[in-house]
């Protein structure tokens, strides 16, 4: 088990020293959990899975997917999204925090709208 550990803090050393280099153009896509910027809105989703699957839950939120071990730390979670900007969904009644998120699950419905 301890080197299990070991190697999950080796690896997550990895991630955070290859945080893209900042220009212009990256400046656009920001990482909210760490200071990683991206160019664009699905490399930002695929980076943001890496701080998802540090992070497995049980329970996970619909808005920005961060996820948690009970459903009353989601909860209390989901309160710090009161008042936010909403990225609806309309073909479902989801809604996310991040218009990435809305961007990556509208291409669930696009089978469905042919």
Partial sequence: MAHGKR?????????RQQTPAPSPVESKFKCTQCSAKFNTAQALSSHMRVHAENEVGAFRCDMCYKSFGQWSHLKRHQESHVGEVVYECTECD????FPHLLE??????AGSSQ
């Fill in 94 to 97: 989801k809604a996310f925090a």
């Fill in 7 to 15: 190697y999950l803090r080796v690896h997550e050393q990895r991630h």
């Fill in 104 to 109: 990556e699950h509208q291409q669930t419905h």
